[in-house]
């Protein structure tokens, strides 16, 4: 990776690692405009002020806009957004794997993995 690219990275990482950014990209990602207040129950637990802030960083950044139905995801926020799926498949699997090592480290035996009913031993 180039100094440049890897220079832009960081600048995004920069912007998403802001409180909120987010949960606020996520919660637009359905496609449907939301207005500041149901933004603020999507999103939960943000106060006004914060929010304000972060949507102001959004729009600088050009990732959300606002119309006259509310917030919504530009096109490269809606990429971006798209590219978050992956995330979300990722934390499934992760979640998963955390529940079963937990379950081991109590000492009890895990369920089996999926389809594995269908399988004979050995």
């Known amino acids: 990776m180039s100094a440049k690219d890897n220079a832009a990275v960081i600048q ?16 637009l ?3 449907h405009p939301q207005t500041f ?7 939960g637990g943000v106060t006004p002020n914060t929010l304000n802030t972060r949507l102001k960083q ?3 950044a050009r990732l959300v806009e606002h119309g006259g139905d509310g917030y919504r995801l530009t096109a490269q926020g809606t990429d971006l957004a798209r ?3 992956d995330v979300q498949l ?3 699997r992760w979640s ?11 000492g009890q035996t895990p369920p089996p993995p999926a389809g594995a009913a ?3 031993p050995g």
């Open 12 to 27: 995004l990482f920069d912007l998403l690692e802001s409180r909120y950014a987010l949960r606020v990209i996520w919660a």
């Open 29 to 31: 990602s359905d496609g």
């Open 37 to 43: 207040r149901l933004l603020q129950d999507s999103v």
């Open 58 to 60: 959004l729009r600088a």
């Open 83 to 85: 590219r978050l799926t």
């Open 90 to 92: 990722f934390a499934s």
């Open 96 to 106: 998963q794997n955390q529940a079963r090592a937990a379950i081991l480290a109590g």
């Open 118 to 120: 269908n399988r004979s």
